[in-house]
């Protein structure tokens, strides 16, 4: 009982403070003295830099997953940058075995709001058939693994940014999909 009152007393005295502690930012020295305060006020200007640059780099449609559906009455198609990025692409494919291709890597890149080499995305495809699903790389897109899915189920890629003009697109693992969803 004593120790539970004494980490809250701790707690509660650090929480609420009687006077304003020294915070500094990094090596240099403090820069914002208020008069009358025993201590500084933080410089805010790293932090308001950062906002700055999330605000231009973030984008709703790249980190949020949104759906593609792809109805079956197309024999094959490839899929849009955008399309790539925003994570789920669900295709019911036709009767028989069906490709779809992957768009550029220029355009995936440009898709993404601020890309930098080596950062990942993820792909999720789903074959909503009961016929297998293959994937083809487009121009500068490498395939590094199986990209075939199989029917009724789905796939997940991690796709991952080399460059301007390069992505590669790994499978990581197959799911089944049941029909009394």
Do not use: H, W
Request: aromatic share 8%; hydrophobic share 50%.
């Amino acid at each position: 009982m004593f120790f539970m009152v004494s980490m809250l007393s701790s707690f509660l005295a650090a929480l609420f403070r009687p006077r304003i502690t020294p915070i500094k930012p990094g090596a240099a020295a403090i820069n914002a003295v208020v008069p009358g305060q025993q201590g500084a006020m933080a410089d805010y200007a790293a932090l308001t830099n950062i906002l700055s640059a999330l605000s231009v780099n973030g984008s709703p449609s790249f980190g949020n997953f949104s759906t593609t559906l792809i109805p079956n009455n197309v024999a094959a198609r490839t899929y849009s940058g955008s399309e790539m990025v925003s994570g789920i692409i669900r295709r019911f494919d036709a009767a028989a075995a069906t490709v779809d291709c992957t768009d550029t890597a220029t355009n995936i890149v440009a898709a993404i709001p601020g890309a930098v080499p080596l950062q990942t995305f993820p792909m999720m495809v789903a074959a909503l058939g009961a016929s297998p699903l293959t994937i083809a790389a487009g121009a500068g897109v490498t395939m590094a693994g199986t990209n075939v899915i199989g029917g009724f189920s789905m796939r997940l890629f991690l796709g991952q940014v080399l460059g301007s003009s390069a992505v590669t697109l790994t499978p990581l693992f197959s799911l089944p999909l049941r029909s009394n969803l």
